[in-house]
């Protein structure tokens, strides 16, 4: 069987899927407070993910990333539905968010906020979503 020489491709791949991944971070963790968030943190996140299957192939990422994108989809939703109606709890309306400062031993005093958990459930839902889409249309023959 014919094997093109992807040599270029797989060099490269692995300090754009890094730079990729760190920057898809950085969108979500900075998303609630500036551009960013959620949706396009995993969006970045299973570019990177695509990226490493086109120049490793299937098999290898498998075994890399033994995940199953398809429980991320409820993962997320849950994660997103459960903090809009954590906040029935404290007598305020759905979605309402908070925030606080928090001390750390190594990081100091950081700001925490109820909008992270529910931009980390968006997260874990468009990820989910777009990589079972496109490996779907991938491997459909």
Partial sequence: MFRPNDLILRTTTSLIA???LGFAIYLLLAGHNSPGG???GGLMTAS???LMYMSYGSEALEKILPVNYRILIPSGLLLAVVTGVGSFFFNESFLSHTYGYFQFPIFGK???ATAML????VYLTVLGVTITIILSIANDR
């Fill in 18 to 20: 890094f730079i990729l």
């Fill in 38 to 40: 959620g949706f396009v």
């Fill in 48 to 50: 990177a993910i695509v």
């Fill in 110 to 112: 950081i700001e925490l």
């Fill in 118 to 121: 529910f931009d980390i459930g």
